[in-house]
């Protein structure tokens, strides 16, 4: 059973910076695709990057140049350091694994994020 874990939100004022982690379990972590996503009140949940097994990544434009996605498959563990934080940045991240055997979609339960003017 697939299980995702996120960790590391927070409240933080604007400008300032917060590292998200993401542990994954029970999946071959290195082989899947692997991304954040998150969702602020009444709105849709969007992407806000992703990273796939080969290392490619894929940001929402909203965030290019302040955060950055990574991934240890030695430890199946994905990172999102997220600097300049500005309040529309405020909502909860969801860990997202798309897994390569299955295609089978897992979510995290999801961290908050609060940016602070």
């Known amino acids: 059973q697939v299980q995702l874990v996120e960790s590391g939100g927070g409240l933080v004022q604007a400008g300032g910076s917060l590292r998200l982690s993401c542990a994954a379990s029970g999946t071959i972590f290195s082989i899947d695709t692997v991304g954040w996503y998150r969702q602020a009140p009444g709105k849709q949940r969007e992407l806000v990057a992703t990273i796939s097994s080969g290392g490619r990544t894929n940001y929402a434009d909203s965030v290019k140049g302040r955060f950055t996605i990574s991934r240890d498959n030695a430890k199946n563990t994905l990172t999102l350091q997220m600097n300049s934080l500005q309040p529309e940045d405020t909502a909860v991240y969801y860990c997202?694994?798309?897994?390569?055997?299955?295609?089978?979609?897992?979510w995290g339960r999801g961290t908050q994020v609060t940016v602070s003017s």
């Open positions: 997202n694994l798309v897994a390569f055997t299955s295609r089978n979609t897992y």
